[in-house]
């Protein structure tokens, strides 16, 4: 009896063995070395966009006889993804705590972001999505907490993306003249009237879509994305509204050919492709002002505090505002 | 009449809940035309996602088979002190939530975790790669084989093993000859729930894989990221797909049961 | 699942030779399978103290989470226990044309895969439903996603017995004129009840920790419709490891607890076999 069943269990070691090797041999070749093959762990949103530029980035001079591989998800999971050994050797995430994550791991350089873009490779605004015709003529924030308006946003726990949302909604209430505890008070007054939390941005999309809600937190390159894609929705540009800014990084894995992808990225031609596909391009002259209106009262996360500060007042699980809001919304109490 | 009443109800619950979703699933996925559908399913990421499904199958049913065979025998003819603790181990993946397997795994393979270190230092991938992907879908589908031959392990007894003892076979005679013939139906029908279990898993797959297009995206992640991308006639054409699967392994387990009766 | 035999248990008198090497090699591969993660699970829940593991699981949303998937998963194995029982009595009492087709496809739910089977619902009930139902973001979409991915569970086991039930009993019954309810509540249902109550068991095992079919259909509003299950991805998500793992060991509680229930009821159900 042994003998088979000892068989078939070193074959099956044998086999997870060799596919774990197999699996990072071809990755793996020491910081600095020249790269055949790099690894690309994105957030969800501009998959269209890296899908064009990597075939355009293999025909150039750097970039001939490159592979990739590519990884899509939620900017969080990816972040937490690479922090917990997934193999990458550019990163490009929605906001840039994500990316500092990987900087505490030592798997980042923390000089990313001291280069003449501060390490962003695309932005957008945050927008009101809205119905086809905006039905319920929406027009701006206060919009927002009138009685009987069902808003949809992401979770901003869950979602990092989401952090925009409330951040947009929190500095433009500043910028309307409001003191803080009276913008933090529009906060609670604004999550009252969220229906549905999803757990990623795309995900809060495809429930608004779907038919839920009257009004969608979300950024212009994801609206312009679903109109692309024959989706019915129009959306209104707040005049007040935050400067979304994703960054892109290469990891300490990651090698000349690395950091040639991401100079690639930034090229007018790769540029290009960003503003195509609905973002507001990080060189201003690409930014069409038709397509992409300038906000009245454009502000930037820098502007209301930074994000490791922001992170803290609003975002810690215990103490932060948002968690109160959350705690006060989810009350049973409530109906 | 009772008996009709009876009927309407069990084939209208029957209806609603299952028959006519499913129904619609493949009515959307065909509704852009057949050639679409198809085209769908064969794109270079979706024919990887149908082969890594299989291929992760491949391995986690026979390594699930031998040891369910082998804890089975373990369990009924041995009945070791703790045999009992063995036997609810075993069904503890039923009745895991996926994203707690998920995490556990995570918690032991990836950077940080107990071994995570000491495997990426020694070049070996497991969490975000297929062997991480294996071990999830290896601990969901554990119990089956187990549970389906060990009934059949107790009601046949053990007297024809002992004569073949006292007859001096080999243990390895009697296993082969007496035990698995008459267990071959609980380990054929406890092979095919576990190939059902295998291929459809998706939670915990969903944590560990990396979500790498075209290397560790199984046909259920390839469904989810479809959704995601708003490729809807995409998504309901590879869940047609896994149905299909799914209901080949049902004619399967039908096929199972009539040769058991036989 | 086969029917549940009656076990011939005898007590063991010989040695097998490779028999100690089945034990060795059985709780070897359950160890690093099953039991090494798991113990990893429950060492990171404790890691930060007993505080930190305390708070984590009275979070009030953690603690709705909770309540949401025990009360539902009992909502949903009552409404199996009637249901099922109704579809295995329909399955082997009465006879129809296309009948066998039926009976095959109870076990669909079983072999579907979790993030189809929400898909599938969301089709027909979410909002771009055909027939104007929308039960998304609700619980009662909550409740849908249960209902089919437990299905087969009572049909299942029900089913067995009833094939194996004596008329006898009930003729002489209804000869004495009881008619079909009193039969049925007197005869019939004592007869099927520990089959039944295997069944909701193990509904319900499977219910508290659905997550693919649930989390495409419900809306996972905490407080309202998210389960256990979606709140520790949740955590994870958000980067609290010592809170995602403290509530699964919660959930794995529970798993355990249910599964010594249907245990229980397996030994009962077996109480008076040979």
Known sequence: MPRIVLVVLAALAVCIVATSCGGSSSSSSGAGGEKSKLTLAAYSTPREVYEELIPKFQATDEGKGVTFEQSYGGSGEQSRAVEAGLETDVVAFSLAPDVDKLVDAGLVANDWASDEFDGMVSRSVVVLAVRKGNPDHIRGWEDLVRDG????????????????NVMAAYGAAEKRGESSEESVEYLRRLFHNVSVQDKSARDSLQTFLGGKGDVLLAYENEALTAQANGEDLDYVVPDET?????????????????????????????????????????RPDLVDAERYPTPQSLFTIGDLGGWPDVQERFFDRESGIMADIQREVGAPLDD | MGRLALRVFALGYLAALLLIPLGLVVFRAFEEGPGEAWEAVTTPDALHAFWLTILIAAIAVPANTVFGVLCALAVVRRRFRGHGLVNGIVDLPLALSPVVVGLALFLVYARGGWFGQTLLDNGMQVIFALPGMVLATIFVSLPFVVREVVPVL??????????????????????????????????????????????????AVAVVSGRIAGKTETLTLFVNERFERFDLVGAYAASLVLALMAIATLAATTLVRKGEHT | MTSAAASARRPLTRKSAGGGLSVGIATGYLSLIVLLPLAALVVRSAEDGADAFWNAITDPQAVAALETTLVWSLVVVAINAGAGTVIAWVLVRDDFRGKAIVNAVIDLPFALPTIVAGLTLLTLYGPKSPIGVNAAYTTVGLALALLFVTLPFVVRTVQPVLLELDRDMEEAAASLGANSLQTFRRIVFPNLFP?????????????VGEFGAVVLISGNIPY???????YIFGQIESDNVTGAAAVSVVLLAISLLALMGIGAVRRYATRHDG
């Open chain 1, 149 to 164: 308006v069902d808003v949809i946003t992401a979770n901003p726990f869950t979602s990092g993306g989401a952090r925009w």
């Open chain 1, 242 to 282: 935050i400067l979304i800014e994703n960054p892109i990084a290469v990891t300490n894995d990651g090698g000349p050919t690395a950091q040639a992808f991401v100079d690639f990225a930034r090229t007018t031609a790769a540029q290009r492709v960003f503003a195509e596909k609905g973002y507001r391009s990080i």
């Open chain 2, 154 to 203: 107790r009601e046949i007894g053990d007297e024809q093993e002992q004569a073949a003892a006292t007859l001096g076979a080999s243990s390895w005679q009697t296993f082969w000859r007496i035990t698995l013939p008459a267990i071959r139906w609980g380990v054929a029908y406890g092979v095919v729930l576990t190939t059902a279990r295998a291929l459809g898993e998706f939670g």
């Open chain 3, 195 to 207: 089959a039944i109550l295997s069944g909701v068991a193990l509904s319900f095992a499977r219910a």
């Open chain 3, 224 to 230: 309202k419709t998210e389960v256990a299950s979606v």
